[in-house]
């Protein structure tokens, strides 16, 4: 069975660019989550998904949103980025939010100059 | 409110020694805690989880509810231990997980 595959695996963004990262769950996993991951704050929730509904949120700003899709795939969207931005971004599948494992893809690095 | 805490960044032991990573936490509820785990060039990956009482690659945790902590550990570290450890808190459903820190474990021969 194929892992969570994620995608770019490396971005480089300048202050104030957007960006949408994706995330394709492992098949069969309806949950995805996504996390921030960076030397000062370690790793972060940012927010998760079930079933296209959002269901928990981090405590991000408003910039920071993310969607899923009817097959389970997912995108989180940064706008007017930041340099503080910079980080590994995270997406974890699981078969649904009551199952307690969560299975990491690679990540996308994301770069703000 | 919420939190993890790993107070070792770094934790250097010799092959055959005992192994200790330590985990608080923070908590009002009832906790569900996990130990993640990332080997050089890996993913992150699911160690153990409290509730399931079970022991991986010869690691153990204990939810220890007076002392809030989650300690891992392991009686004799092989090399292939070496990876960053991460003790994780499970709220509000277990898809958004509290991380700690994590500890990097280095295990030399």
């Known amino acids: 069975k194929a892992g969570v595959t994620q995608t770019p695996r490396y971005l480089i963004k300048t202050r104030g660019q957007q960006v949408t990262l994706s995330c394709s769950p492992i098949?069969?996993?309806?949950?995805v989550s996504w996390y921030q991951q960076t030397p000062g704050q370690g790793l972060q929730f940012l927010f998760e998904?079930?079933?296209?509904?959002?269901?928990n949120k981090g405590n991000f700003p408003g910039r920071f949103s993310g969607r899923q899709f009817s097959n389970s795939r997912s995108e989180m969207n940064v706008s007017t980025l930041e340099l503080g931005d910079s980080a590994l971004y995270l997406c974890?599948?699981?078969?649904?939010?009551?199952?307690?494992?969560?299975?990491f893809g690679p990540g996308t690095r994301l770069t703000v100059l | 409110a919420q939190r993890v805490t790993q107070p070792e960044k770094l934790l250097s032991v010799f092959k055959g020694a005992p192994v200790e990573l330590k985990c608080n936490y923070s908590y009002s509820g009832s906790p569900e805690l996990f130990w993640y785990v990332q080997y050089s060039r890996q993913r992150l990956q699911l160690l153990l989880r409290h509730i399931s009482r079970e022991s991986i690659k010869g690691f153990t945790a204990d939810l220890n509810k007076g002392e809030t902590s989650f300690h891992l550990k392991k009686p004799f570290a092989q090399e292939e231990d070496s990876a960053m450890y991460y003790c994780?808190?499970?709220?509000?459903?277990?898809?958004?997980?509290?991380f700690g820190a994590g500890t990097r474990l280095a295990v030399h021969p």
């Open positions: 098949s069969g996993h309806r949950s």
């Open positions: 998904y079930f079933s296209e509904t959002q269901r």
């Open positions: 994780a808190l499970s709220t509000g459903g277990y898809n958004k997980l509290i």
């Open positions: 974890a599948s699981n078969l649904s939010p009551f199952y307690n494992e969560q299975f």
